[in-house]
Protein backbone atom coordinates (compact mmCIF):
# COMPACT_ATOMS: atom_id res chain seq x y z
CA UNK A 1 0.00 0.00 0.00
CA UNK A 2 1.26 3.26 -0.54
CA UNK A 3 2.09 5.24 2.58
CA UNK A 4 0.03 8.16 3.56
CA UNK A 5 2.35 11.39 3.54
CA UNK A 6 -0.82 13.81 3.81
CA UNK A 7 -2.48 12.57 7.59
CA UNK A 8 -1.40 13.63 10.72
CA UNK A 9 2.20 11.72 12.64
CA UNK A 10 3.96 12.70 15.76
CA UNK A 11 7.35 13.87 16.34
CA UNK A 12 8.33 13.86 19.48
CA UNK A 13 5.20 14.12 21.23
CA UNK A 14 3.87 16.87 18.65
CA UNK A 15 1.41 16.10 16.23
CA UNK A 16 2.34 17.52 12.69
CA UNK A 17 -0.72 17.38 10.02
CA UNK A 18 1.28 16.07 7.78
CA UNK A 19 5.08 14.56 7.06
CA UNK A 20 6.26 17.66 5.28
CA UNK A 21 8.87 19.64 7.39
CA UNK A 22 10.09 23.02 5.53
CA UNK A 23 13.99 23.06 6.28
CA UNK A 24 15.66 25.78 7.30
CA UNK A 25 16.65 27.90 4.51
CA UNK A 26 18.33 31.39 5.07
CA UNK A 27 15.77 33.63 4.69
CA UNK A 28 17.50 37.26 4.74
CA UNK A 29 14.42 38.94 6.60
CA UNK A 30 16.07 39.85 10.07
CA UNK A 31 17.19 43.43 8.97
CA UNK A 32 19.38 44.91 12.15
CA UNK A 33 19.35 40.98 13.68
CA UNK A 34 15.27 41.31 14.78
CA UNK A 35 12.34 38.76 12.37
CA UNK A 36 10.81 41.67 10.33
CA UNK A 37 7.14 41.15 9.00
CA UNK A 38 8.36 40.05 5.90
CA UNK A 39 9.73 36.96 7.69
CA UNK A 40 6.27 36.42 9.40
CA UNK A 41 4.72 36.77 6.02
CA UNK A 42 7.18 34.01 4.42
CA UNK A 43 6.50 31.45 7.17
CA UNK A 44 2.69 31.95 7.30
CA UNK A 45 2.75 31.32 3.41
CA UNK A 46 4.40 28.20 3.76
CA UNK A 47 2.00 26.88 6.56
CA UNK A 48 -0.95 28.48 4.21
CA UNK A 49 0.55 26.05 1.47
CA UNK A 50 0.22 22.85 3.97
CA UNK A 51 3.49 22.51 5.44
CA UNK A 52 3.47 19.93 8.59
CA UNK A 53 6.24 22.43 10.18
CA UNK A 54 8.07 25.29 8.74
CA UNK A 55 11.59 25.95 10.63
CA UNK A 56 12.88 28.91 10.97
CA UNK A 57 16.52 29.51 9.89
CA UNK A 58 19.67 30.01 11.31
CA UNK A 59 18.76 31.99 14.81
CA UNK A 60 22.62 32.63 16.21
CA UNK A 61 22.63 31.31 20.29
CA UNK A 62 24.85 34.45 20.81
CA UNK A 63 26.50 37.30 18.76
CA UNK A 64 29.78 35.66 18.26
CA UNK A 65 27.91 32.81 16.86
CA UNK A 66 26.43 34.90 13.63
CA UNK A 67 28.08 34.36 10.44
CA UNK A 68 27.50 37.66 9.81
CA UNK A 69 26.28 41.02 11.09
CA UNK A 70 22.43 41.22 9.91
CA UNK A 71 21.68 37.48 11.46
CA UNK A 72 19.33 37.09 14.54
CA UNK A 73 20.68 36.52 17.51
CA UNK A 74 18.69 34.71 20.26
CA UNK A 75 18.25 37.46 23.01
CA UNK A 76 14.65 38.33 24.89
CA UNK A 77 13.83 41.50 22.70
CA UNK A 78 13.73 38.79 20.08
CA UNK A 79 10.68 36.50 21.67
CA UNK A 80 8.38 39.35 21.01
CA UNK A 81 8.73 39.10 17.27
CA UNK A 82 9.23 35.53 17.38
CA UNK A 83 6.18 34.93 18.59
CA UNK A 84 4.51 36.76 15.84
CA UNK A 85 6.13 34.01 13.46
CA UNK A 86 4.67 31.43 15.90
CA UNK A 87 1.33 32.85 15.71
CA UNK A 88 1.41 33.35 12.22
CA UNK A 89 2.39 29.50 11.55
CA UNK A 90 -0.55 28.29 14.32
CA UNK A 91 -3.27 30.12 12.70
CA UNK A 92 -2.75 28.75 9.20
CA UNK A 93 -2.40 25.22 10.77
CA UNK A 94 0.96 25.01 10.87
CA UNK A 95 3.93 23.77 13.36
CA UNK A 96 7.17 25.82 14.12
CA UNK A 97 10.48 25.05 15.02
CA UNK A 98 13.38 27.27 15.10
CA UNK A 99 17.12 26.61 14.39
CA UNK A 100 19.84 26.96 16.48
CA UNK A 101 23.25 27.17 15.43
CA UNK A 102 26.70 28.97 16.41
CA UNK A 103 29.43 29.59 13.19
CA UNK A 104 33.02 28.96 15.46
CA UNK A 105 35.20 30.60 12.94
CA UNK A 106 33.23 30.76 10.06
CA UNK A 107 32.28 34.46 9.94
CA UNK A 108 32.95 37.72 8.72
CA UNK A 109 31.21 39.42 11.12
CA UNK A 110 33.47 42.49 12.22
CA UNK A 111 31.78 42.52 15.63
CA UNK A 112 32.84 40.13 18.04
CA UNK A 113 33.69 40.09 21.61
CA UNK A 114 36.88 39.02 20.93
CA UNK A 115 39.59 40.11 17.89
CA UNK A 116 39.97 36.61 16.28
CA UNK A 117 36.90 34.30 16.00
CA UNK A 118 37.10 30.65 18.04
CA UNK A 119 36.66 27.03 17.31
CA UNK A 120 37.87 23.83 18.17
CA UNK A 121 41.60 24.34 16.29
CA UNK A 122 43.29 27.40 14.88
CA UNK A 123 42.54 27.60 11.33
CA UNK A 124 42.49 29.87 8.64
CA UNK A 125 39.16 31.30 7.97
CA UNK A 126 39.65 32.73 4.43
CA UNK A 127 35.96 33.95 4.46
CA UNK A 128 36.75 36.43 7.16
CA UNK A 129 39.47 38.26 5.69
CA UNK A 130 37.78 40.88 4.35
CA UNK A 131 36.15 41.49 7.70
CA UNK A 132 39.90 41.23 9.41
CA UNK A 133 38.98 37.63 10.59
CA UNK A 134 41.30 35.97 9.16
CA UNK A 135 42.19 32.67 11.17
CA UNK A 136 40.06 30.91 13.95
CA UNK A 137 41.74 30.15 17.27
CA UNK A 138 41.10 27.17 19.71
CA UNK A 139 38.57 27.69 22.36
CA UNK A 140 39.22 26.87 25.84
CA UNK A 141 36.93 24.94 27.95
CA UNK A 142 35.41 28.40 30.02
CA UNK A 143 34.53 29.36 26.11
CA UNK A 144 33.00 25.99 25.14
CA UNK A 145 30.88 26.19 28.48
CA UNK A 146 29.64 29.34 27.74
CA UNK A 147 28.27 28.37 23.94
CA UNK A 148 26.46 25.39 26.04
CA UNK A 149 24.70 27.72 28.44
CA UNK A 150 23.77 30.06 25.26
CA UNK A 151 22.60 27.32 23.60
CA UNK A 152 20.33 26.18 26.36
CA UNK A 153 19.45 29.84 27.39
CA UNK A 154 18.18 30.05 23.05
CA UNK A 155 16.53 27.18 23.71
CA UNK A 156 14.30 28.10 26.28
CA UNK A 157 13.76 31.40 24.81
CA UNK A 158 12.38 30.11 21.75
CA UNK A 159 10.05 27.72 23.26
CA UNK A 160 8.80 31.31 25.32
CA UNK A 161 8.55 32.80 21.94
CA UNK A 162 5.59 29.99 21.15
CA UNK A 163 8.19 27.43 18.74
CA UNK A 164 7.12 24.06 18.88
CA UNK A 165 10.34 22.59 18.62
CA UNK A 166 13.93 23.57 18.22
CA UNK A 167 16.49 22.04 15.39
CA UNK A 168 19.86 21.80 16.56
CA UNK A 169 22.39 22.85 13.69
CA UNK A 170 25.16 20.30 14.09
CA UNK A 171 26.07 20.07 10.32
CA UNK A 172 27.55 22.25 7.06
CA UNK A 173 30.64 23.41 8.64
CA UNK A 174 29.17 25.32 11.77
CA UNK A 175 30.91 25.30 15.49
CA UNK A 176 29.41 21.65 16.57
CA UNK A 177 30.30 20.43 12.83
CA UNK A 178 33.73 21.95 13.32
CA UNK A 179 33.86 19.83 16.58
CA UNK A 180 32.90 16.66 14.76
CA UNK A 181 35.15 17.13 11.61
CA UNK A 182 38.57 15.30 12.41
CA UNK A 183 40.59 18.03 9.74
CA UNK A 184 38.76 21.18 11.85
CA UNK A 185 39.27 19.75 15.11
CA UNK A 186 42.76 18.73 16.13
CA UNK A 187 42.34 19.28 20.34
CA UNK A 188 43.98 16.73 22.74
CA UNK A 189 41.84 17.57 25.44
CA UNK A 190 38.27 15.57 25.71
CA UNK A 191 36.52 17.71 23.11
CA UNK A 192 38.93 16.24 20.42
CA UNK A 193 40.72 13.09 19.51
CA UNK A 194 38.07 9.92 18.64
CA UNK A 195 34.15 10.70 17.75
CA UNK A 196 33.92 10.07 21.83
CA UNK A 197 35.72 13.56 22.15
CA UNK A 198 34.67 15.07 18.76
CA UNK A 199 30.97 14.54 19.75
CA UNK A 200 31.11 15.47 23.20
CA UNK A 201 30.54 19.56 22.30
CA UNK A 202 27.74 18.35 20.49
CA UNK A 203 26.20 16.28 23.20
CA UNK A 204 26.42 18.33 25.71
CA UNK A 205 24.69 21.05 23.92
CA UNK A 206 22.20 18.23 23.43
CA UNK A 207 21.60 17.53 26.99
CA UNK A 208 21.81 21.34 28.16
CA UNK A 209 19.29 22.42 25.89
CA UNK A 210 16.96 19.10 26.92
CA UNK A 211 17.56 20.36 30.50
CA UNK A 212 16.02 24.01 29.05
CA UNK A 213 13.08 23.10 27.29
CA UNK A 214 11.64 19.73 29.49
CA UNK A 215 10.16 16.65 28.12
CA UNK A 216 7.93 16.54 25.34
CA UNK A 217 9.47 19.51 23.42
CA UNK A 218 10.86 18.20 19.75
CA UNK A 219 14.65 18.56 19.78
CA UNK A 220 15.41 17.94 16.19
CA UNK A 221 19.24 17.64 15.15
CA UNK A 222 20.46 18.37 11.56
CA UNK A 223 23.62 16.70 11.19
CA UNK A 224 26.12 15.58 8.15
CA UNK A 225 25.81 12.16 6.64
CA UNK A 226 29.67 13.03 5.18
CA UNK A 227 31.26 16.85 5.50
CA UNK A 228 31.90 15.80 1.90
CA UNK A 229 36.13 16.31 1.52
CA UNK A 230 39.13 14.30 3.10
CA UNK A 231 39.42 14.30 6.14
CA UNK A 232 35.87 15.68 7.13
CA UNK A 233 33.41 13.51 8.92
CA UNK A 234 32.67 9.77 6.81
CA UNK A 235 29.35 8.43 7.17
CA UNK A 236 30.82 5.47 10.20
CA UNK A 237 31.50 8.53 12.09
CA UNK A 238 27.94 10.25 11.09
CA UNK A 239 26.11 7.07 11.85
CA UNK A 240 28.04 6.96 15.43
CA UNK A 241 26.92 10.33 16.00
CA UNK A 242 23.60 9.26 15.18
CA UNK A 243 23.87 6.18 17.57
CA UNK A 244 24.51 9.25 20.64
CA UNK A 245 21.92 11.45 19.64
CA UNK A 246 19.40 9.34 19.93
CA UNK A 247 20.62 7.71 23.72
CA UNK A 248 21.17 11.86 24.11
CA UNK A 249 17.28 12.03 23.82
CA UNK A 250 17.11 13.98 20.08
CA UNK A 251 13.53 13.48 18.79
CA UNK A 252 14.33 13.38 15.55
CA UNK A 253 17.75 13.72 12.22
CA UNK A 254 17.55 15.95 9.71
CA UNK A 255 20.42 14.24 7.61
CA UNK A 256 22.33 16.66 5.87
CA UNK A 257 25.75 16.92 4.40
CA UNK A 258 28.36 19.38 3.26
CA UNK A 259 30.93 22.05 4.78
CA UNK A 260 29.69 25.63 4.06
CA UNK A 261 34.27 26.90 3.92
CA UNK A 262 34.77 24.09 2.17
CA UNK A 263 32.14 22.17 -0.16
CA UNK A 264 29.23 24.61 0.03
CA UNK A 265 27.53 22.89 -3.01
CA UNK A 266 27.70 19.64 -1.56
CA UNK A 267 24.55 20.77 0.48
CA UNK A 268 22.53 21.78 -3.09
CA UNK A 269 23.63 19.65 -5.74
CA UNK A 270 22.98 21.09 -9.21
CA UNK A 271 24.34 24.44 -11.02
CA UNK A 272 27.17 26.63 -9.03
CA UNK A 273 25.59 30.44 -9.72
CA UNK A 274 29.64 31.67 -9.64
CA UNK A 275 28.41 34.86 -11.48
CA UNK A 276 25.41 35.55 -9.42
CA UNK A 277 27.79 34.62 -6.23
CA UNK A 278 29.78 37.66 -7.40
CA UNK A 279 27.22 40.31 -8.38
CA UNK A 280 25.82 39.51 -4.82
CA UNK A 281 29.04 39.81 -2.57
CA UNK A 282 29.52 43.09 -1.39
CA UNK A 283 33.62 43.08 -0.03
CA UNK A 284 35.24 43.79 -3.32
CA UNK A 285 38.07 41.60 -1.97
CA UNK A 286 35.58 38.91 -1.42
CA UNK A 287 34.15 39.70 -5.36
CA UNK A 288 37.94 39.49 -6.39
CA UNK A 289 38.95 36.26 -4.74
CA UNK A 290 35.84 34.58 -5.84
CA UNK A 291 36.29 36.08 -9.47
CA UNK A 292 40.02 34.57 -9.52
CA UNK A 293 39.75 31.44 -7.34
CA UNK A 294 35.99 30.54 -7.11
CA UNK A 295 35.67 28.47 -10.24
CA UNK A 296 38.48 26.21 -8.89
CA UNK A 297 37.93 26.02 -5.46
CA UNK A 298 33.94 26.25 -5.44
CA UNK A 299 33.23 22.61 -7.16
CA UNK A 300 29.87 21.58 -8.58
CA UNK A 301 28.00 18.56 -7.81
CA UNK A 302 25.34 16.98 -10.28
CA UNK A 303 21.66 17.19 -8.94
CA UNK A 304 19.37 14.19 -8.87
CA UNK A 305 16.43 13.72 -6.74
CA UNK A 306 16.88 12.47 -3.13
CA UNK A 307 20.33 12.90 -3.57
CA UNK A 308 21.12 12.01 0.28
CA UNK A 309 18.96 8.19 0.59
CA UNK A 310 21.71 6.04 -0.35
CA UNK A 311 23.67 7.13 2.30
CA UNK A 312 20.81 8.39 4.82
CA UNK A 313 19.65 4.19 4.30
CA UNK A 314 22.91 3.19 6.76
CA UNK A 315 21.54 5.85 9.45
CA UNK A 316 18.11 4.40 9.27
CA UNK A 317 19.62 0.10 10.13
CA UNK A 318 21.24 2.09 12.83
CA UNK A 319 19.10 4.05 14.91
CA UNK A 320 15.42 3.43 15.44
CA UNK A 321 14.08 7.04 16.59
CA UNK A 322 12.77 9.53 13.34
CA UNK A 323 14.73 10.09 10.69
CA UNK A 324 13.90 13.38 8.19
CA UNK A 325 15.02 12.69 5.00
CA UNK A 326 16.21 16.12 2.86
CA UNK A 327 18.12 16.70 -0.39
CA UNK A 328 16.29 16.85 -3.55
CA UNK A 329 12.79 15.65 -2.68
CA UNK A 330 10.99 17.62 -5.37
CA UNK A 331 7.60 15.34 -5.77
CA UNK A 332 5.30 13.15 -4.04
CA UNK A 333 6.34 10.10 -5.92
CA UNK A 334 9.71 11.55 -3.74
CA UNK A 335 7.35 11.73 -0.37
CA UNK A 336 6.11 7.95 -0.66
CA UNK A 337 9.47 6.59 -1.68
CA UNK A 338 11.40 7.90 1.53
CA UNK A 339 8.32 6.85 3.57
CA UNK A 340 8.27 3.05 2.41
CA UNK A 341 12.03 2.90 2.79
CA UNK A 342 11.50 3.76 6.60
CA UNK A 343 12.17 7.69 6.52
CA UNK A 344 9.36 9.16 9.18
CA UNK A 345 9.88 13.02 7.71
CA UNK A 346 11.05 14.55 4.54
CA UNK A 347 12.63 18.07 4.87
CA UNK A 348 12.22 20.48 1.51
CA UNK A 349 14.00 23.64 1.14
CA UNK A 350 14.26 24.93 -2.89
CA UNK A 351 11.07 23.00 -3.84
CA UNK A 352 9.00 25.23 -1.08
CA UNK A 353 11.42 28.96 -1.76
CA UNK A 354 10.05 27.64 -5.90
CA UNK A 355 6.23 26.44 -4.82
CA UNK A 356 5.19 27.29 -1.02
CA UNK A 357 1.58 26.12 -1.87
CA UNK A 358 3.66 22.52 -3.11
CA UNK A 359 2.59 20.49 0.18
CA UNK A 360 -1.36 21.22 -0.91
CA UNK A 361 -0.99 20.83 -3.98
CA UNK A 362 1.30 17.48 -3.92
CA UNK A 363 -2.20 16.25 -1.45
CA UNK A 364 -4.69 16.77 -3.92
CA UNK A 365 -2.53 15.70 -7.04
CA UNK A 366 -0.03 12.73 -7.03
CA UNK A 367 1.76 13.90 -10.12
CA UNK A 368 2.62 17.39 -8.66
CA UNK A 369 6.56 18.68 -8.29
CA UNK A 370 8.47 21.06 -8.14
CA UNK A 371 9.37 23.71 -10.75
CA UNK A 372 12.95 24.14 -8.86
CA UNK A 373 15.54 23.92 -11.53
CA UNK A 374 18.29 23.83 -9.08
CA UNK A 375 19.99 26.91 -10.47
CA UNK A 376 20.75 27.48 -6.67
CA UNK A 377 20.68 31.47 -7.42
CA UNK A 378 18.61 31.73 -4.22
CA UNK A 379 21.50 30.58 -2.40
CA UNK A 380 23.81 33.24 -4.14
CA UNK A 381 21.52 36.02 -3.45
CA UNK A 382 19.61 34.99 -0.18
CA UNK A 383 21.14 38.15 1.36
CA UNK A 384 19.80 40.76 -0.91
CA UNK A 385 16.62 41.46 0.56
CA UNK A 386 14.97 38.45 1.04
CA UNK A 387 15.47 34.46 -0.09
CA UNK A 388 12.92 34.33 -2.98
CA UNK A 389 12.83 32.01 -6.24
CA UNK A 390 14.13 33.86 -9.78
CA UNK A 391 11.30 32.33 -11.38
CA UNK A 392 9.25 34.75 -9.59
CA UNK A 393 10.78 37.19 -12.58
CA UNK A 394 13.37 40.48 -11.32
CA UNK A 395 13.41 41.42 -7.63
CA UNK A 396 10.79 44.21 -6.81
CA UNK A 397 12.88 47.88 -6.44
C1 LIG B 1 18.68 29.87 0.14
C2 LIG B 1 19.09 28.76 1.07
C3 LIG B 1 19.49 29.06 2.37
C4 LIG B 1 19.86 28.03 3.26
N1 LIG B 1 20.12 28.31 4.57
C5 LIG B 1 20.28 27.31 5.45
C6 LIG B 1 20.33 27.56 6.85
O1 LIG B 1 20.23 28.69 7.32
N2 LIG B 1 20.49 26.49 7.67
C7 LIG B 1 20.59 25.22 7.20
O2 LIG B 1 20.73 24.28 7.98
N3 LIG B 1 20.55 24.95 5.89
C8 LIG B 1 20.36 25.95 5.02
N4 LIG B 1 20.21 25.67 3.69
C9 LIG B 1 20.31 24.26 3.22
C10 LIG B 1 18.94 23.60 3.22
O3 LIG B 1 18.41 23.50 4.51
C11 LIG B 1 19.01 22.18 2.62
O4 LIG B 1 19.91 21.44 3.41
C12 LIG B 1 19.45 22.18 1.16
O5 LIG B 1 18.84 23.23 0.44
C13 LIG B 1 19.08 20.84 0.47
O6 LIG B 1 17.68 20.65 0.49
P1 LIG B 1 16.78 20.89 -0.84
O7 LIG B 1 17.36 20.01 -1.92
O8 LIG B 1 15.40 20.46 -0.43
O9 LIG B 1 16.86 22.32 -1.21
C14 LIG B 1 19.86 26.69 2.80
C15 LIG B 1 19.44 26.41 1.48
C16 LIG B 1 19.05 27.42 0.62
C17 LIG B 1 18.58 27.05 -0.75
Known amino acids: MTPNAFAPATLGGLTLRNRVIKTATYEGMC ?7 ALVEHHRTLAEGGVGLTTVAYCAVSPDGRTFAEQMTMRRETVSPLRRVSDAVHREGGAASLQLGHCGWF ?29 GLAMNEREIATVV ?20 HLGH ?51 NLRDGFRGGLE ?48 SRLQKLALRYFGGRVIREYPFEEMFFLEQARELRRAVRMPLVLLGG ?67 PA
Open 329 to 395: IVSRANIERAMSEGFDFVAMGRALIADPDLVDRMARDAGARSRCTHCNICVAEMDLGGVRCVLDGPR
Open 173 to 223: GYLLSQFLCPATNRRRDRFGGDLDGRARLALDVLARVREAVGAGFPVLCKI
Open 31 to 37: PGGMPSD
Open 149 to 168: EDFGRAAGLARDAGFDAVEL
Open 107 to 135: TKNAELSTWLPRGPSLVVNQYGISAGKPV
Open 235 to 282: LPDAVALATRLEAGGADALVMSGGFTSKTPFYLFRGRRPLAEMIDAEK
